[in-house]
């Protein structure tokens, strides 16, 4: 999987290094990181407000289609209304499949582009040579620390690196000289944001041993719990304005299984990635939610709906008056 995506790395890599270079700090870059890709979200987010009112607008036709055929056999019933609701799209300019899934599809590859940024920050933020990453992450595997860490902490070797730089040099005086310059990036490189090391993976085992765990791992585990509830939050409002712009909602019963679906993953999916990701999560699911409330009320049901109904009228008229061109050209 990591590989498939590795060619979203170095674009993603060269856009979030312009972003650090200009304001010198990780956190900070990353906060105008995911801004910017929640503002070229948005035009996906007006049109999926649009294609919902759209859809609210379209059930009671569909119901209508639905009883009128409820006394047939259940084959022809079917094919009857699939026939019907098929000409009632064509005829309105409507489609099923507008909005949906799109949003989520696009954020897959920023996402993966920027695991690639939070797995190999020497290699995509500082610009490190691969000679000098390959010779710093052999140096901090042989550190007797290195040993302790689990089987999967391997996979994010440069985020070590930059947690263990001062005991990699203190064993290895001779890469000092040899790399001096990317030395001296990852010492003046901060890799954390309020207090957290972002390459750090959070552990659920921290809650059986508490007492024990240390302060970041602590603070490591609330990183999930946080992008769970913000996307539980999101999710909580984008419902109860569905359920406002349409009180008669069908599946209302499946909606409420995708309004908990989406904080589950969340909150697994930020178990499995470092720290940086599920700060990207948080960032990204507060500033949906208030996108959804900016969207929500420049785009009210009401307005769009009133607005959808003169469009259809006459896209409902183009329709007709084609198809009754086209009927008058077969007959000549």
């Known amino acids: 999987m990591n590989t498939f995506f590795e060619f979203l790395y170095v674009p993603f890599g060269f ?3 312009i972003l ?10 990353l906060v105008i990181f995911t801004l910017f890709f929640r503002i070229l979200l948005l035009p996906s987010a007006i049109k999926q407000q649009k294609s919902s009112a759209k859809t609210v607008r379209m059930q009671p036709k569909l119901k209508r289609i639905r009883e009128k055929y409820q006394d047939y056999a259940p084959q022809e019933r079917q094919q009857r209304i699939q026939a019907e609701t098929s000409e009632l799209y064509q005829k309105e300019g409507y489609s099923a499949m507008n909005g949906g899934c799109a949003p989520l599809l696009i954020q897959l590859p920023i996402l993966w582009g920027l695991y690639g940024i939070i797995r190999m920050p020497l290699t995509h933020v500082l610009n490190i040579s ?8 052999t140096a901090v595997q042989e550190l007797p620390k290195f040993a302790e ?10 985020s070590h690196v930059i947690s263990n ?5 203190e064993a290895n005086p001779d890469l000092v000289e040899k790399y001096s310059e990317a030395i001296a990036k990852i010492q003046n490189f901060d890799f954390t944001i309020f207090g957290i090391n972002l390459g750090a993976i959070p552990d ?15 603070l490591l585990v609330f990183i999930p719990i946080i992008s769970g509830l913000t ?3 999101t999710s909580v409002l984008t419902q109860y304005r569905q359920k406002k712009a349409n009180p008669n909602m069908e599946n209302q019963q499946m909606m409420g299984c995708m309004m908990l679906s989406m904080p589950l993953m969340s909150l697994w999916f930020t178990f499995q990635f470092p720290a940086g990701m599920g700060m990207y999560w948080i960032l990204s699911n507060l500033l949906a939610f208030f996108q959804t409330l900016i969207v929500g009320h420049f785009y009210a049901p009401r307005k769009t709906i009133a607005k959808l109904m003169v469009d259809e009228t006459i896209y409902r008229r183009s329709y007709e008056n084609t198809k009754k061109v086209g009927a008058d050209i077969a007959e000549d």
Request: charged share 20%; proline share 0%; glycine share 8%.
């Open 149 to 158: 860490q689990s089987a999967r902490s391997a996979a994010y070797i440069e």
């Open 15 to 17: 856009l979030f290094r």
């Open 231 to 233: 996307s539980l939050l």
């Open 20 to 29: 650090f270079d200009f304001v010198g700090n990780y956190g900070l870059a």
């Open 130 to 137: 691969k000679e000098a990453v390959a010779a710093l992450s």
């Open 165 to 169: 730089i001062a005991e990699i040099i």
């Open 204 to 218: 659920a085992g921290v809650f059986k041993a508490w007492g024990e765990a240390t302060t970041e791992a602590k």
